[in-house]
């Protein structure tokens, strides 16, 4: 619904300022263009070892955290708990997913992108079969350019916020709210090759008074290089601080600071519109979990 407001908003003005043109000068040419309209489809695969919660970069790699917490929530009965009964000690067992995330994304200027969508997942542990692929969240999020640097000395800043919710088939569900910010030092004119740093905010709401996920926060650098033929290469190395989870009086998900580091590939085209990407994020949780990501945008409008 925020989605659909904002585009509405949008077109409207587009429109207005057709028509006032067109009172002002009949022979002049019309100069605003539709802004860019694609799916952003992103088709994860995830990794997560025994006894670990990995948030990782950006967020909906959550799901495979949210994953793991609903299958050690399956070993006990939440349902009939009022209170914080003594249990032994529980353990989660590694898991993989598969997923895809499909978000209808407005990029409503050089600087401002809206963004709304969904996503399904297929899981298996060391203890269980595939499960059936199911629509598991939906989300919704946007990112500005706070300030851009345009040849100045000042980095560009980026700030991107998303707000996801799980659609849960056990009593786990949960909100999270995502906030990345983001400086970009640009060596050059053309902006293909320059330095990156930044820090990422998670905090998770479980809906359920007895299980808790703190806070998970990622600081990083980075640089990036676009060649000539319009692939670029982006590395971002940091460190991910997570505050551990509870589950009733356990705390099964230990807190923990490791590195993190994330590669993406992006083929662009000439007007820094990604054609497709594939990202590789390696956490220590603090064993390895490891993410791939293929993108694929699907473009309605392209300019």
Do not use: C, H
């Amino acid at each position: 619904m925020a989605l659909a407001g904002l585009l509405s908003l949008y077109f409207s003005g587009l429109a207005l300022g057709k028509d006032k043109d067109d009172g002002d000068d009949e022979s002049a040419t019309p100069t605003s263009t539709l802004p860019n309209i694609y799916l952003d489809l992103r088709t994860n695969y995830a990794t997560v070892p025994a006894n670990a919660l990995s948030i990782g970069f950006s967020n909906p790699s959550l799901f495979s955290a949210l994953t793991t917490l609903r299958t050690l929530a399956s070993l006990t009965d939440l349902t009939n708990l009022t209170t914080r009964p003594t249990l032994p000690a529980l353990s989660s067992p590694s898991s993989q997913s598969v997923g895809i995330d499909v978000p209808l994304t407005v990029d409503l200027n050089d600087s401002v992108s809206v963004y709304g969508g969904f996503s399904g997942t297929a899981s298996r542990t060391s203890m269980s079969d595939w499960s059936a692929f199911t629509i598991s969240s939906w989300n919704v999020g946007l990112q500005a350019d706070v300030y851009q640097q345009n040849g100045g000395s000042i980095p560009t800043i980026t700030l991107q916020s998303t707000v996801t919710r799980s659609i849960p088939d056990a009593p786990l569900a949960t909100t999270s709210l995502n906030t990345i910010l983001e400086f970009d030092y640009a060596l050059n004119e053309d902006e293909t090759r320059g330095f990156l740093a930044g820090v990422q905010y998670t905090r998770v709401a479980v809906d359920f008074a007895l299980a808790k996920i703190n806070p998970n926060i990622v600081g990083y650098v980075g640089g990036y290089y676009q060649w000539d033929n319009n692939w670029k290469l982006t590395g971002r190395f940091g460190v991910q601080s997570f505050g551990g989870a509870q589950l009733l009086n356990l705390t099964p998900f230990q807190p923990f600071t490791q590195p993190i580091v994330r590669l993406d590939l992006d083929r662009m085209d000439d007007n820094d519109n990604r054609l497709f990407g594939v990202t590789a994020q390696i956490a220590w949780v603090p064993k390895p979990s490891y993410q791939l990501t293929f993108r694929t945008p699907l473009y309605a409008v392209r300019n």
